[in-house]
């Protein structure tokens, strides 16, 4: 359906990058290497991680939000403490409830 020399990019993090690559002709083309470099190009970070559902930053935040929603349920806080209480613990950005509104 496209072009020769079409790019195939994704940013998700719950359909399995290996998954995508096996639905195109030339899997062996969806390379790490080529993302690094253009990442450290750019002036990007690179954290690397297995194929995973999640992969590394989504698999350790579902967890955080998950416990501050049930802090929050069972009345141990309320939203802004417990977003606070993150906020200058740990200093995240936002707390775990904010960024739940933000994803």
Same mark, same amino acid.
């Given at each position: 359906?496209?072009?020769?020399?079409? %790019?195939?990019?994704? +940013?998700?993090?719950? =359909?399995? =990058?290996?998954? %995508?690559?096996? #639905?195109?002709?030339?899997?062996?083309?969806?390379?790490? &290497?080529?993302?690094?470099?253009? #990442?450290?190009?750019?002036?990007?970070?690179?954290?690397?991680?297995?194929?995973? /559902?999640?992969?590394?930053?989504?698999?350790?935040?579902? /967890?955080? =939000? +998950?416990? #501050?929603?049930?802090?929050?349920?069972?009345?141990?806080?309320?939203? &802004?403490? %417990?977003?606070?209480?993150?906020?200058?613990?740990? +200093?995240?950005?936002?707390? /775990?409830?904010?960024?739940?509104?933000? %994803?």
């Amino acid at each position: 359906v496209t072009r020769v020399g079409t %790019i195939l990019a994704s +940013n998700t993090s719950s =359909i399995s =990058i290996t998954r %995508i690559a096996s #639905a195109t002709s030339k899997p062996h083309r969806v390379t790490y &290497e080529s993302a690094r470099s253009l #990442a450290q190009h750019l002036g990007k970070s690179v954290c690397v991680s297995m194929d995973r /559902p999640g992969f590394l930053v989504y698999r350790l935040l579902m /967890p955080l =939000i +998950n416990e #501050a929603f049930f802090l929050l349920s069972e009345g141990v806080g309320t939203a &802004e403490d %417990i977003d606070r209480s993150m906020r200058l613990g740990t +200093n995240m950005q936002s707390g /775990p409830l904010r960024t739940a509104d933000n %994803i």
